[in-house]
């Protein structure tokens, strides 16, 4: 299993990008992928979630409204829209995985397969 999270880059407030979350090696049918992201000097956090196991998607209360998870199963690749950027949105964010999980938590340890990060920069 391996994941290739991309697309990050600077962003002024208000704008939008969209990462990208390649996977390889595995059915995305059986999983469930998560967006976490770790800004500078704080614990890494979860974003939001989606589930090909059991098809449910789950947002952090912070991004609600702002950030779309989707997933593109011919090509293997989740996505995290983001729009409605803020500076608190800037870190480090990582895409994982794990076979036959729900999106009913977040909770990190719950994730086995993890990609590298794609910074995001969002200017005020």
């Known amino acids: 299993v391996q994941l290739q999270a991309s697309g990050g880059g600077l962003v002024q407030a208000g704008g939008s990008l969209r990462l990208s979350c390649a996977a390889s090696g595995f059915t995305f049918d059986d999983y469930a992928i998560g967006w976490f992201r770790q800004a500078p000097g704080k614990e890494r956090e979860g974003v939001s979630c989606?589930?090909?196991?059991?098809?449910?998607?789950l947002y952090a209360d912070s991004v609600k409204g702002r950030f779309t998870i989707s997933s593109d199963n011919a090509k293997d690749t989740v996505y995290l829209q983001m729009n409605s950027l803020k500076p608190e949105d800037t870190a480090v964010y990582y895409c994982a995985a794990d076979r036959w999980l729900s999106c009913a938590t977040m909770a990190q340890y719950e994730y086995e397969h993890w990609g590298r990060g794609t910074l995001v920069t969002v200017s005020s």
């Open positions: 989606i589930s090909g196991y059991d098809g449910s998607t």
